[in-house]
């Protein structure tokens, strides 16, 4: 079992940055998949970002990429989202995620459904 709990949200100016944190307890932590995911009301759940059970590999979302980025800290049992140059069209609910497989290369990545999921955290983003 994983239980993942994210911080950081807000709000923030356009061009601003912010950075989310996601807690993870569970022993199993270290060998999963993580990632970043967003939901604005009346849209499915999107991809953003992951990062490979070793952090060594990296994946982002066309629209965060040169942005966003995402790291782990296996030491301290989390995975963290730096945001800049944050954009109204980053506004929602983000969504820390454990145990997924990305598929894809390149410019254009799908995830399989992760089987954990943090409560999310409101980032708002304005104009």
């Known amino acids: 079992q994983v239980q993942l709990v994210e911080s950081g949200g807000g709000l923030v100016q356009a061009g601003g940055s912010l950075r989310l944190s996601c807690a993870a307890s569970g022993r199993t932590f270290s060998s999963y998949t993580m990632g970043w995911f967003r939901q604005v009301p009346g849209k499915e759940r999107e991809f953003a970002a992951a990062?490979?059970?070793?952090?060594?590999?990296?994946y982002y979302a066309d629209s965060v990429k040169g942005r966003f980025t995402i790291s782990r800290d296996k030491s301290k049992n989390t995975v963290s989202l730096q945001m800049n140059s944050l954009k109204p069209e980053d506004t929602a609910v983000y969504y820390c995620a454990a145990d997924l497989r990305v598929y894809g290369s390149g410019s254009s990545y799908s995830t399989s459904k992760p089987n954990y999921w943090g409560q999310g955290t409101q980032v708002t983003v304005s104009s």
């Open positions: 990062i490979s059970w070793n952090g060594v590999s990296t």
